[in-house]
Structure formats: C-alpha cells, structure tokens
C-alpha cells in the first residue's frame, strides 16, 4: 500500500521509518499491532537491494525456515533449502502485500534534525514533514567500499564492486581477480570458477563454518543450541563482537562448504591479503596459510560446540570425520606478487563491503568510527531508534530471522513513550514528545 507523500506544508506522524526493507517493513507491522500513525519512507521499491545489489545466482546462506518476518513465515515447499535472489525479492513484496504497510515509495530522506520542541524535522525529495519519533531503518550496507589502491590499477583492467557483479558473462574474456573472501567474496569467486573462469583470489581473515554436520545443517544444530538467541551482552567484547565478518558458506545447490583449499587443488590461485599496487603488479601479504588455518579452525570448533551438544543431551546423531586439508600452500603455490598483464587478468572484483553513510542525520548519536550508539536500537537521543543493524541485539538482528524480535522491542518502547507523553499532556497541558531515552552502554 502507498501511502500519500508528506506535502511542503509539513505532515506530521507520531512515528516516521526510514526505510522500506525487512526492517522497515517489520517496524511498520509491529507499530500497526499497537495503532500507532505512522509512515514508512523508502528511496527506492521494496527488494531494491536485494534486486539491484546481487548477483544472478545469488542465494541465502540461512535455510529458509529463518526466514520469519512478523506475522509472515516462509511458507514455501522447501524449508531447509535456501531462497534465491528473485525469491527474496519475491518474499519482501509479498510480505508488504499481506501487511499493507503505509508505504511512501521513491522517496528519499536527505536530513533529519531535531526541533527546538523536540519533535523530529525530515526533509525529503517530496517535501517537508515532521515526527515525534523516529526509526532508521537503513542497515549498514550504504556505499560501496573500494580501497584507494584501486586507483593505480591500469584503466584498460576492468573494476567491479561486489554489489554491481551480475554473472561472468559481464566481464571480458581473461582471468579474473577477486578481493576478499567475506560471503560475496567466495560466493563470486565459485561463480566464476564454477562457469570455467580462471580465479585469482585474494584471501582476508575472514572465517568459516561447515554447512552440515552430524546429519543436519550447522544452522540447525546452533539455533538448537541457543546461539541466534544470545544477546550481545553476553559475550565478552561485546564491541569487538559486533565487527566480526560472516562466516562464509554457501546456499548453492542445495547447500555446500566453500572450501578454498578445494578451489585451489582445481587451478584457483590463492594469495594472501592484498597489500599494494603500482601498475599492473601487485603484492600480497603473507598471510595465506594463517589465514586458510584460522578460517578451518573456527570451522572446527564450531563442530567442538556441537558435539559438546549432542553429548550433553543424549542426541542420537551420526558419527562424522573431521575435517583435512586437502591442499596447503607451499613453494611457488603461495606467491606474494602478481603481475596482471603477464597473468591475463582482465577484471576486478572489490568484494571489500560497503561503508556507512549517514551524514544526513544531523543529530549526535555517532561515535568516533561513525556508528551509531545504541542500546537496543535506542539512542541517547529520546524518540530516535536504529533497527536492522548486524548484531544489533544478537546474531539475527539485521537477518530475516531476528529483525521481527528486535522491532518488537524497539514499538514497545515507541507505544510507552507515546503513552507517557499523553499523560504528561493531560496533566500539564503541555505534551512531551517522548519518555527519556534508554541508557546507552
């Protein structure tokens, strides 16, 4: 549903969300269970980033009995399988067509401020309105992040970001460079590799995590365990937790490993993290074998976690062999330099993330790194809310699978607020916008 876009002469909600996406549109469901007016604003369609920022054969890494959005649950044939690219976007403008959110669509929030009376001020590519709330709802994935070494890379070589990769078919002829080994990165990386192209794969820190084990998905076993469940305060570190790449595996087919230690044995070269360019040649740190050990070593203690597991509840699973190496860098397999004319390297892809852009929020809820302070999703800032955010609350929270818990708790705070401003209005004559905010830590 579309809602009728805000006027210059200022439309005023008691809850404006920025954003049309899973947390968006999550919001807006648990705001329309407890009746309270508001609108959600969206630059582009609902899907947008899941329809224009993946690839052809992207898919989720999560089964899709995750896949819970409020009052919505997968309900397809395949719950242990895995939604392609055109089955999310598929599920999110379904999702908006059961819950008829009021939806302002193709437009773009460009400030938000707050007011001398302590209402919020949104200016908008369709005009001027106000709220005494808001929730930002954006995520983090805002503009792509290409190192500045791209910059020296000779122009006839070809350079993509992940989020504009489509298939091979959209490079030219040549092998093809992949920086980083996040999921997009080794997801790209086997798509290539999987359709013949030559990979020059440049290997980062991240980890990895097996995708059955003992007979179920590994997913399976640590949604049984608790893990999704656990909120942030309960690990140690809880800043340094929040900055952790994903695990990378895959969907595919079914779903699969990604082992790169494979790629490599079948003519995939690997290198370690990407460290200078000057031209053509490239150097690489030397790194790759730490980095191929420490994505296995997190892999295996993960296994560690559920057979602890299984023992403790008397589960009766399958025996499963651990894990070896099938190949491991050695002497002239673990090259610290790359020439990429010598090499026929014709394209690059940056699978190097995105950064966060959130210079038109003029209100200081950011810290030095630019990432909003919150508890929960609320900040010191009374009637301002994030939502969507990785690891906002626990595992799922910018996820299909726990977004819906997490924007239940942010309307909650939203309808107490609302409810004490009221009574303050009743009783004074003069209404606060919004209760105090929640203690930010």
Known sequence: MTAPGPGTGGAHYEVA?????????????????????????????????????????????????????????????????????????????????????????????????????????????????????????????????????????????????????????????????????????????????????????????????????????????????????????????????RLRVNHYVTGRDGGRDIDLRAFARQGMRLYGRLAGAVGASLTFAGDLAANLDHADAVAESIKDAIDAHIEAHGITAPDEARYVPVWRPGPGTASRALDLDAAGVTSVIWCTGFTRDHRWIEIPVFDGRGYPMHRRGATSCPGLYFLGLPWQHSWGSGRFEAVGRDAEFLAAHIDASRRLADVCGALTGAPTAVAPALPVG
């Open 17 to 241: 969300v920025v954003g049309g996406g899973q947390a968006g549109l999550s919001m807006s469901h648990r705001l329309a269970e407890r009746g309270v007016r508001h609108l959600v604003i969206e630059a582009e369609r609902v899907g947008h980033e899941w329809r224009e920022r993946r690839w052809d054969s992207f898919c989720l890494v999560t089964p899709n009995w995750q896949c819970r959005l409020p009052g919505f649950p997968y309900r397809g044939p395949d719950p242990d399988g895995f939604m392609v690219r055109d089955d999310i976007v598929r599920y999110l403008e379904d999702y908006a067509a059961a819950t008829a959110p009021p939806l302002l669509e193709g437009v773009r929030v460009t400030r938000l401020r707050r007011t001398g009376s302590g209402t919020f001020r949104l200016t908008t590519t369709a005009g001027e309105m106000t709220a005494d709330q808001v929730v930002v709802a954006t995520g983090p994935y805002h503009a792509p992040n290409v190192p500045r070494l791209a910059e020296r890379l000779p122009s006839r070589v070809l350079q993509l970001h992940s989020s504009r990769y489509r298939n091979p078919g959209q490079l030219p002829d040549g092998d093809v460079l992949v920086v980083g080994t996040g999921q997009s990165g080794c997801q790209i990386a086997e798509d290539l590799h999987l359709a013949g192209r030559r990979v020059h794969l440049a290997v980062g820190s991240a980890p990895r995590v097996a995708r059955f084990y003992r007979g179920r998905d590994c997913v399976a076993w640590l949604n049984e365990m608790g893990h999704y469940a656990k909120g942030i305060d309960e690990f140690a570190g809880a800043e340094a937790v």
